[in-house]
């Protein structure tokens, strides 16, 4: 079936550093891929997405990048700051569907 | 406007006993989700409802019934509470799809112990 893997599981940077996330899906017919900031105790929010037709998108310190021959796409941060410090989760979206299925996430801490 | 609002934020259960956990949007929305968000699980999708008057199951549906009321609201029951259910809950709701985009908003999710 579908499905979303997303490493590393935990991550700790120092402040200023980058920080990469990776995550690989596994059906090819997936066209919209969305990354999400969970804090703690909050509601999961959209960061950023990226749809098939596109290998790259930016948006100030965070972007996303895409392989579709590979079928993985990532998530980048750089000059991290300690509000960076949240849960992460990937997603994929299959063309004409409403569902995503989500990656396991990826605890980010940033260490002033 | 508040988004997508779910109750109650917090339950306590007893095994064996029925609950419904209420969500509603008020961005005029057609579609409607209910996850579950367990530790090192992410989140899986229970049930969702693509438009008003249609439900589907999702990844892990057994032991959940749901109900699309109207366009607004969106429910999940738990019929006999079981210690396995203990988790935090999200219900989203998305837009029309627009050029292959399908944005999910999330309420601010309820945290359910079933003891």
């Known amino acids: 079936g579908e499905n979303v893997e997303q490493h590393p599981s935990t991550l700790s940077v120092q402040e200023g550093d980058s920080a990469v996330i990776k995550c690989t899906y596994s059906?090819?017919?997936?066209?919209?891929f969305p990354w999400y900031k969970q804090e703690l105790g909050k509601r999961p929010q959209l960061i950023i997405d990226?749809?098939?037709?596109?290998g790259e998108k930016k948006d100030q310190r965070i972007a996303v990048t895409l392989n579709k021959t590979a079928k993985h796409f990532s998530l980048h941060i750089t000059e991290t700051q300690p509000e960076d410090s949240a849960v992460y989760f990937c997603?994929?979206?299959?063309?004409?569907?409403?569902?995503?299925?989500f990656g396991t996430g990826t605890r980010l801490k940033v260490l002033a | 406007n508040a988004g997508v609002t779910q109750t109650p934020k917090f339950q306590v259960l007893k095994t064996g006993q029925s609950m419904t956990l209420q969500c509603a949007q008020d961005?005029?929305?057609?579609?409607m989700y209910w996850y579950r968000q367990d530790p090192g699980m992410g989140l899986r999708l229970i049930y969702y409802?693509?438009?008003?008057?249609?439900?589907d199951k999702g990844e892990v549906p057994n032991g959940y019934n749901v109900s699309r009321l109207n366009k607004r609201e969106f429910s999940l029951r738990l019929e006999s509470a079981a210690p396995s259910q203990t988790s935090v809950y999200f219900c989203?709701?998305?837009?029309?799809?627009?050029?292959?985009?399908?944005?999910?908003?999330f309420g601010a999710g309820t945290r359910l112990s079933v003891l």
């Open positions: 989203a709701s998305s837009g029309p799809l627009r050029l292959a985009k399908n944005i999910q908003y």
């Open positions: 059906d090819s017919a997936s066209n919209y």
């Open positions: 990226i749809r098939s037709n596109v």
């Open positions: 997603a994929a979206s299959k063309r004409g569907t409403y569902k995503y299925i």
């Open positions: 961005m005029n929305h057609n579609s």
């Open positions: 409802s693509a438009s008003e008057g249609t439900t």
